[in-house]
């Protein structure tokens, strides 16, 4: 190892600065949202079975809720604009907005070119959780989601219920395509109420048991038409394992609600992003 300079200390030192000030971005109209979700009322809703997932569809302006029932479980979440599936979750410049893990008032992004709002997280019983003393939070944007090809360089074999490959499944019978097509299509994930961060010693991405409890919920408005998938994870609640059969694991709810009619007078989707696209040609 090379020598360290006499001025490391104080190169170490140096404060960070945030690499993405938020200030200057749309804020979201909480009191707008809070209205919305006031008088709600339910359209239609889908379980998630154990180590399986489903797709689920959210017209603009409509709220969706994903619920823990029976017991703590993570999902892996995919959100598609309904009518493009190319704009899809951008997970990586959410968490560069919001950092690693999003809760109240955060939106989840969607790709480039569009970098739009896609949903907006207006309610989620498990925002008391803060960051705990391990550095661990609550709604993961820095895990990816757990895939049977990682799963295959770890430990070998060939495992079929990772959150990669039900996600690939529901996906392909939705749009009545093939397993490799739909593939194509699944992304990096929102792990909803999966509790993770990075170790203090070793920067290693770590897992620990999820505080989610049934009736615990998280609440997204969604601000495009939505196409969404979700996948009850196999590691159940991440306390021990994942990527295999061991975990206890449970389903997970989600119900679509139409808002309370009035709430959204002068409501707009949000516009593509104002960038040209002509990159200095
Ligand atoms: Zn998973």
Redesign the pocket.
């Known amino acids: 190892m090379p020598n360290p300079p006499k001025d490391a200390d104080a190169r170490r030192a140096i404060a960070p600065v945030i690499c993405y000030p938020v200030e200057t971005l749309p804020q979201p109209d909480m009191a707008r949202y809070a209205a919305a979700r006031e008088g709600m009322v339910k359209m239609d809703e889908v379980t998630v079975p154990p180590r399986d997932a489903a797709t689920f569809s959210v017209p603009a302006g409509h709220i969706f809720r994903i619920s823990s029932v029976e017991g703590p479980q993570?999902g892996?979440l995919n959100l598609w604009n309904a009518d493009n599936l190319s704009e899809r979750f951008y997970s990586g410049k959410t968490r560069a907005l919001h950092g690693t893990h999003i809760t109240t008032g955060d939106r989840m992004w969607s790709s480039i070119p569009a970098l739009r709002p896609m949903a907006t997280v207006i309610h989620d019983t498990l925002d008391w959780y803060g960051i705990d003393s391990f550095g661990g939070s609550v709604h993961d944007v820095i895990g990816t989601?757990?895939d049977p090809y990682t799963h295959n360089l770890l430990a070998g074999g060939q495992y079929h219920h990772?959150?990669h490959s039900n996600l690939s499944r529901a996906l392909a019978d939705h749009l009545g395509v093939s397993v490799q097509k739909a593939e194509d299509y699944v992304h990096d994930v929102l792990n909803v109420f999966m509790c993770t961060g990075f170790t203090r010693d070793t920067g290693q991405y770590f897992m620990k048991a999820s505080p989610v409890r049934p009736g615990d919920h998280i609440d997204f408005f969604a601000e495009i038409d939505l196409l969404g998938a979700l996948?009850a994870?196999?590691?159940g609640d991440c306390s021990v394992v994942?990527?295999s059969d061991v975990a206890e694991c449970h389903p997970l709810l989600i119900e679509v609600f139409k808002p309370r009619q009035d709430a959204l007078q002068g409501w707009q989707a949000p516009a593509l992003n104002g960038y040209d696209r002509t990159h200095g040609r």
């Open positions: 993570v892996d989601r757990c990772c959150c996948s994870c196999p590691g994942h990527s």
